[in-house]
């Protein structure tokens, strides 16, 4: 298997986060060849596409496409923003992108810039973040100091500035336009789409947003050619991507392989599940992805479309394993409890309904539930669904529908006996 | 253009509507909460969610914009299930306290949970309290109530321009306040009250007084902005419980100022008078109609016949009503008396009114400017409805410039702006003028004017603000209350007339609320005969007022009230009581309120509005027209014998086609200079520019109100005259010494002292405006 073959590729050296680190893997020698060479935006785009390269912050939107949406050619600001906001629980990825390959994610940036129009960018850094933000200051710093960032690049005539803003501990600005809000200094709040911000994003213009993760991989693909990354994963899943394994494995971290490596090596690489106990579910892509209980997870193939076989989804790549000990009760009971606090509140199924979850998942784990509990959740769920202004709704919905779908009977004891079931903690 | 359809309907509509906006034209109801036509989409509420054709989820018809070809199902089952659905969720943590809320029965949660709420609730966890938040007299919050509509919010940023509401927390904590408690700052705050869908913001004057349905609601015209805002009366019984915008998009769109939603609270005041008196050997004897007209004709009739009509003096209130006024000035003229005048505040008379061209234009056109030049207008306190006009036009990019006695936040953004005294004022506004006719080459065929002008070069503010309004496609000039008291008001209107020829622009003298209507009523000095400022200085023998209180509404109190003291009989129309009242007047004559009588008002857009009395007049007041037409009779006047208000109105419109008044040549000023070492300038405190407002209880008790004490100055004069902050300042005028507490602020131009007008200590002033000597010291009482 063909480990850290993108975004960890400098992940031999030591120190990895370096310019000169970079430089090793050929870091910085795309920008230049596009900028000595003048290469067209359009180009750059028909390779991102042909990478088949999908956004790596949950939705999977192919980048190549994404890009395509900008009208570069329209006078005035434009923006390209890296959300490296990292919220969702269970990922981990972007934080080690940024302590140990900083250089990759400034190169794509600026390649962005240059393919999109847009002279600014902007890296939104979850605020806990304090190693990876010194990092990234740090390699800001070189970058501009060997000219990559700052006016008539290479003497190029393309000007970019790259700033970093600290986030404030919010899930929400991880949400694109949430983000734009916080970035813009006001409360952090999705917008409602459409407008989408490749027509009215920062400012009000035109902005492409992408996570750290898709930007990282954007050097790689243009060194290597959009075969080469296509052909390291599957079809329409081009390339290898970061899972972060999170939960009863033996060696929990992030690994990044091809995609479509199946699951069971995945497991496999992180050292298995803990000793003595047996694999009971997966949730794949973050904690606001469906649940997959093991005898389905353990067939299948991380690849967006593979996950999706089993109506999961493989998300950011945050893969929370559960073994026999996991009361499903409690875990969901957890979750719940997180898309209620980190609901924006501005619309009324997410505001009201989040806290309705959480309310009655928690009364069936103290024992307290009733019968009509468990098809009222599933219908609260299924009113927030779909309902909402942005996709922190669904998010808090697909558990709980996963969940009970998957676990009912777990639920079901729940009510009936007002604790665990014997095998469960 | 693109076809759509809704619920099978087809319609054509603009490719740039919304659903929503679609449906409502057709009159498809979709239900809503978070939108509202005139603030911007939030899409937050998800009540209007409705099912598309080509769609997965139920989209909210508020911000999904129509496309060709579009089916659109309001009723559904994927759209009914979504809005029962967001009717629960809007339902479970709200109180459902509606038999103790004001909004019950008018409450938009309440009508829509009949359509889409189930009987019985799923919810059965506790539900959330929200703390409520002291926001001021004006505004009663029940914070537990908001569902989080945002309305209230987006009011402030987009119309009011005070970012003093916003949301607070996350999530169910998410609140909806003030950031620090405090009193709403806005002249436009009570929007808000009609805005929220639900109770959580209430009206605080109308709390508990009476059920929505237990009201009448009666079509009127507002009587304080001088555009005539539209409003509704709602009424119990012969009450008028509360006052609310009446939709109307040339003039005040959906909004009504404070002052004109509060200002009813007046209508009940115990000071209103309701019996005819006459005073019979220094006291007050409560009389009937007849007696009293009798009374007051016989003391008129007998100074005219021993001194003649020369020694009366007519005054009336500029808002008093367009019939009002005819009647008023055809009554003192079927007397012989020519002194009669409207203008109770100015003090410079040497232009006259009807020497501008009325040019027509309409709010709209104002909105639509690109250029705008306030000068000596505290524009949001004036006129708030139209300051609101300006905002959105400066939102929109147009450039706002501001010349004044003193600078204060108008809550839009500002191009350029000065604080001036008036001698600073002046030669600004003819160096502007000089360069638009430099600009115009104007310069050769306007001697008088070129001698005006000054002789240094232009300033930087001068140019720039010539500039703007040269390069505008449509500029728009006001002058303001502050400019029109001002004792060399006429000056300044010429100059700003002169701009406006220069530059083509419109220039709108923005007068008292119903100003227009007194010009064309003519309640204005005849030939020869005195003007207001005269009628008080050179002290008659007899005065007739109507609708005023003259130690408050003139520019001169003391003087005015050493003639009315002097005087040997005094008439009086007026809805309410005062302790001066009584001491001066000899015939007291109660007049019914706006609410009570009917009549037409004309708005500075010369739009004319006739509205009808609402309510019975109060005790046994009379609506005016009814008393000026007995007066007439009384008096053997020709011409009186109308039948209804109408009759005055159609005979104004006759008297106002057949006129051909010659136009008269523009004043042009001798000079531009003005001795002024330190000026008193004045302001009417919003709430405070009539009688109506200064009775209105919660108007009194807001911060603007309760600020009015306060002399103020900057801190340069404060440190040259030596003053401080901690004692109070004393303002020596003439004969005239007067106390007030003193706040340094530096908004007040050099040169400068401000004092609001109609408080105790500003009735002691000989002139509300002029030179004013301070000093302050610790002993002096
Ligand atoms: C509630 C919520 C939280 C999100 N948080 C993140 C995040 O922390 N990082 C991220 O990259 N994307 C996050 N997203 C997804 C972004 O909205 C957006 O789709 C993504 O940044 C686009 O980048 P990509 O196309 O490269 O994946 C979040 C979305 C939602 C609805
Ligand atoms: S779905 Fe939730 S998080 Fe998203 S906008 Fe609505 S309330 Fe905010
Ligand atoms: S207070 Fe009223 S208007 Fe404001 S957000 Fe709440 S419900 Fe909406
Ligand atoms: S009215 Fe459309 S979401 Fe509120």
Known sequence: MKLDQVCFRTNHLSPSWTLDAYRQVGGYQVLENILNNKLKPESIIEQIKNSALRGRGGAGFPTGLKWSFMPRRLPGDKYIVCNSDEGEPGTCKDRDILRFNPHQVIEGMIIAGYTIGAQTGYNYIRGEFFEPIERFEAALEEAREAGYLGKDLLGSGFNFQLHTHVGAGAYICGEETALLESLEGKKGQPRYKPPFPAGYGLYGRPTTINNTESLASIPVILQHGADWFHELGTPNNGGSKIFCMTGHVNKPGNYEVPLGTPFAELLELAGGVRNGHQLKAVIPGGSSTPVVPAEIMMGLDMSYDGIAKARSMLGAGSVIVMDDSTCMVKALQRIAYFYYEESCGQCTPCREGTGWLYRVVKRIEDGQGKQEDLDRLVDVAENINGNTICALGDAAAAPVVSFIKHFRDEFQYHIDHGRCMDNTA | ?781
């Open chain 2, 1 to 781: 253009m693109v076809n759509i359809e809704i619920d099978g309907i087809p319609l054509k509509v603009d490719s740039s509507k919304m659903i929503i906006q679609a449906a409502d034209e057709a009159g498809i109801d979709i239900p809503r909460f978070c939108y509202h036509k005139k603030l911007s989409i939030a899409a937050n509420c998800r009540m209007c969610l409705v099912e598309v054709d080509k769609s997965r989820k139920a989209l909210p018809a508020c911000a999904t914009p129509v496309t060709e070809g579009m089916k659109v199902f309001t009723h559904s089952k994927v759209a009914i299930n979504a809005q029962r659905s967001v009717m629960e969720f809007l339902l479970i943590n709200h109180p459902l306290d509606c038999p103790i809320c004001d909004q019950g029965g008018e409450c938009e949660l309440q009508d829509l949970s009949m359509g889409y709420g189930e009987g019985v609730s799923r919810f059965t966890e506790g539900k959330r309290v929200v703390k409520d938040k002291d926001i001021g007299p004006l505004i009663r919050t029940d914070m537990t109530r908001c569902i989080h509509c945002t309305r209230c919010v987006r009011f402030g940023v987009e119309i009011a321009g005070v970012k003093e509401l916003g949301a607070t927390g996350r999530g169910e904590h998410m609140e909806i306040g003030t950031y620090v408690e405090h009193s709403l700052v806005s002249e436009l705050s009570g929007n808000i009250i009609d805005l929220c869908p639900v109770g959580a913001l209430t009206s605080k004057p109308f709390r508990y007084k009476a059920r929505a349905w237990e009201m009448k609601a009666h079509p009127s015209i507002a009587p304080h902005d001088a555009i005539g805002s539209n409003i509704e009366l709602h009424v119990r019984q012969n009450d008028v419980m509360r006052v609310v915008p009446r939709d109307n998009e040339s003039i005040n769109e959906a909004w009504l100022s404070d002052r004109d939603r509060f200002s009813y609270q007046a209508l009940a005041h115990p000071k209103r008078l309701t019996d005819p008196m006459i005073k019979v050997d220094d006291d007050w004897q409560v009389v009937d109609w007849q007696t009293a007209l009798e009374t007051a004709i016989k003391g008129l009739q007998t100074i005219i016949n021993k001194h003649g009509a020369e020694e009366v003096g007519g005054l009336i209130s500029p808002t008093t009503t367009l019939e009002e006024a005819f009647l008023f000035q055809k009554w003192l003229r079927g007397l012989g008396v020519e002194n009669i005048d409207h203008r109770l505040r100015q003090q410079d008379f040497s232009d006259h009114p009807q020497q501008y061209p009325l040019d027509n234009w309409t709010l709209g056109d104002v909105q639509e400017s690109d250029a705008i030049v306030l000068i000596g207008s505290h524009i949001r306190a004036e006129q708030p409805i139209l300051a609101h006009r300006i905002r959105q036009a400066a939102m929109m990019g147009a450039a706002v410039s501001n010349i004044n006695f003193f600078l204060t936040d108008l809550l839009m953004p500002i191009e350029y702006e000065m604080a001036v005294d008036i001698n600073t004022m002046l030669t600004t506004l003819a160096g502007i003028a000089k360069v638009l006719s430099t600009l115009m080459n104007d310069s050769d065929n306007d001697d008088e004017w070129q001698a005006l002008y000054p002789e240094r070069t232009p300033t930087a503010f001068e140019q720039n603000v010539a500039m703007q309004l040269s390069n505008a496609a449509s500029a728009t000039l006001i002058v303001g209350d502050l400019a029109n008291h001002h004792p060399d008001a006429a000056k300044i209107r010429a100059l700003v007339h002169k701009i406006a020829e220069l530059s083509g622009s419109r220039c709108i003298v923005v007068p008292s609320a119903n100003s227009h209507a007194h010009v064309i009523a003519n309640t204005l000095p005849g030939k020869e005969a005195k003007n207001s400022l005269q009628m008080w200085q050179q002290s008659l023998r007899a005065y007739v007022l109507m609708g005023f209180d003259a130690l408050h509404d003139t520019a001169v109190p003391v003087i005015a009230k050493q003639a009315l003291k002097r005087a040997s009989f005094v008439v009086a129309l007026h809805s309410f009581d005062s302790e001066f009242l009584r001491q001066t007047a000899d015939v007291i004559l109660p007049m019914a309120c706006f609410t009570e009588t009917s009549g037409t008002f004309v708005g500075i857009d010369k739009q004319w509005q006739q509205f009808a009395g609402a309510v019975a007049p109060r005790g046994d007041s009379r609506p005016a027209w009814k008393i000026l037409r007995v007066l007439g009779n009384v008096s053997h006047v020709e011409g009186f014998d109308y039948i209804s208000s109408q009759d005055v109105v159609d005979e104004v419109r006759q008297i106002q086609a057949e006129r051909h008044d010659k136009p008269i040549p523009p004043y042009i000023p001798d000079s531009l200079t003005v001795e002024s070492d330190l000026m008193m300038i004045s302001e009417v405190p919003m709430y405070r520019t009539d009688a109506l407002l200064r009775h209105s209880e919660a108007l009194q008790k807001t911060p603007e109100t309760q600020r009015i004490q306060f002399a103020r100055i900057n801190r340069k004069e404060a440190e040259k005259h030596g003053l401080n902050h901690q004692t109070p300042l004393t303002l020596t005028q003439q004969d005239s010494v007067v106390r007030l507490p003193l706040e340094i602020d530096d908004s007040i131009a050099d040169g400068c002292v401000y004092v609001a007008t109609t408080t105790d200590a500003a009735s002691r002033l000989v002139s509300l405006f002029g030179q004013v000597s301070v000093s302050q010291s610790e002993a002096a009482t």
